[in-house]
């Protein structure tokens, strides 16, 4: 689930720049006004960065996503979200979305959430979790996201996501981000890479393949005094191409685009220890729709 000189997806098609890594989808980042007022906590109120500085944050944001996608490359199947051949959902765009009243799954995997319903609701819940865990940091770290690569990824398409990961995770990447050769944070610093789910939409389905828009905010930085790589936050959606397998839902292929994003609010930006306190001391949920 992102996002020269952060590690990058290049650019959306027609759109490239001379910074190869400024978007792939493009999530572009959601920046927080902030009031006046010296700067007294090292977090708080930053300079006005440059246009350059703003494409490199843009382009951590998105590079996790545009790696996963990266992946489907060649596959065989059709690159039109829901390629199973499937018909247009007449619930796409139907309505706003509101919760079913249907219980969450009790099941996992792992840590993620498994045995989802062969249905609708099902598949739009597993797009959720599948996009929270391809979003952490825990992809940071190379058993870690072995195992999550495993947990939600079909069979048939983990080994070409988890070669391409495998490589996008390089020392160069982690330097890019501010973090150690291994994909650690250095001492005295906290890494955050958290996505959450804002709504689902299932916008094409069949018996065994079902495509799903997940529209998300995330955040990602480094917490810590003094850190050059500040968490920021962004808006994208994500569309993952869903296929029962197994007596699951898993992923088949997996892109991001820009957006909707909301216009910044006043809010004051928090310290580091804040925001490196909220992260830890918050646990995430088990989506379903």
């Known amino acids: 689930m992102s996002q020269g000189d952060e590690r990058g997806y290049g650019s959306e098609p027609g759109g490239r720049t001379e910074d190869p890594y400024s978007t792939i989808g493009g999530t572009r980042q959601t920046r927080t006004r902030l009031p006046g007022g010296d700067d007294t906590d090292g977090y708080g109120r930053r300079p006005a960065r440059s246009s350059r500085s703003l494409v490199m944050v843009v382009g951590v944001v998105v590079l996790l996503v545009a790696a996963i996608a990266f992946a489907n490359l060649g596959d065989g199947r059709s690159k039109e979200p829901g390629g199973g051949g499937g018909k247009e959902s007449s619930a796409a765009g139907a309505g706003p979305t509101s919760a079913t009243g249907t219980k969450p799954v009790q099941g996992k995997n792992g840590t993620i959430a498994a045995g989802f319903a062969h249905d609708e609701q099902g598949a739009q819940s597993a797009a959720a979790n599948y996009a929270v865990a391809l979003g952490s940091a825990?992809?940071?770290?190379?058993?870690?996201?072995?195992?999550?690569?495993?947990?939600?990824?079909?069979?048939?398409?983990?080994?070409?996501?988890?070669?391409?990961?495998?490589?996008?995770?390089?020392?160069?990447?982690?330097?890019?981000?501010?973090?150690?050769?291994?994909?650690?944070?250095?001492?005295?610093?906290?890494?955050?890479?958290?996505?959450?789910?804002?709504?689902?939409?299932?916008?094409?389905?069949?018996?065994?393949?079902?495509?799903?828009?997940?529209?998300?905010?995330?955040?990602?930085?480094?917490?810590?005094?003094?850190?050059?790589?500040?968490?920021?936050?962004?808006?994208?959606?994500?569309?993952m191409e869903l296929e029962w397998v197994e007596g699951d839902w898993k992923t088949v292929t997996h892109s991001q685009k820009e957006g909707p994003a909301p216009v910044g609010g006043d809010n004051r930006a928090s310290s580091a220890e804040e925001i490196a306190g909220a992260v830890n001391g918050f646990g995430g949920f088990t989506y379903a729709r």
């Open 138 to 239: 825990e992809m940071f770290d190379k058993s870690q996201r072995d195992a999550i690569l495993d947990a939600v990824i079909a069979p048939t398409s983990v080994e070409r996501f988890r070669t391409t990961l495998d490589s996008a995770y390089s020392a160069d990447f982690f330097a890019n981000l501010g973090l150690n050769d291994d994909g650690t944070a250095p001492a005295g610093f906290t890494f955050i890479s958290r996505t959450t789910p804002v709504g689902t939409k299932v916008t094409k389905q069949s018996a065994e393949r079902t495509t799903v828009d997940v529209w998300c905010t995330g955040l990602i930085g480094l917490a810590g005094e003094g850190s050059t790589k500040p968490v920021t936050d962004g808006w994208f959606t994500i569309t």
